[in-house]
């Protein structure tokens, strides 16, 4: 069994920040990408950000400049850095990985609740 536990989320204003973490534990033998999307009421779920196991990072561009995605391979951990922030971030905001348990298969944190308040 594999859990990705998320935390960070909460209330700010506009222009502050937040620090989301995702920990991936379990019967792990090796985590690939790992990423956050964001869903906010009445829209698709979207990616934000993604890492691969060597560093290499993607972003959407409405956050780019603005969040950092990083990652503690040793902890099975996965950080979103958000700067800047502005209402329409305002999301419930999950945790996604690529897990090698014998076989690839992704997995969702239970995602945590961002508000950006003008």
């Known amino acids: 069994q594999v859990q990705l536990v998320e935390s960070g989320g909460g209330l700010v204003q506009a222009g502050g920040s937040l620090r989301l973490s995702c920990a991936a534990s379990?019967?792990?033998?090796?985590?690939?990408?790992m990423g956050w999307y964001r869903q906010a009421p009445g829209k698709q779920r979207e990616l934000v950000a993604a890492?691969?196991?060597?560093?290499?990072?993607n972003y959407a561009d409405s956050v780019k400049g603005r969040f950092t995605i990083s990652r503690d391979n040793a902890k099975n951990t996965v950080y979103l850095q958000m700067n800047s922030l502005k209402p329409e971030d305002t999301a419930v905001y999950y945790c996604?990985?690529?897990?090698?348990?014998?076989?690839?298969?992704?997995?969702w944190g239970q995602g945590t609740q961002v508000t950006v308040s003008s």
């Open positions: 996604n990985a690529d897990i090698y348990r014998g076989l690839m298969t992704v997995h």
């Open positions: 890492i691969t196991s060597g560093g290499s990072t």
């Open positions: 379990g019967s792990i033998f090796s985590i690939n990408a």
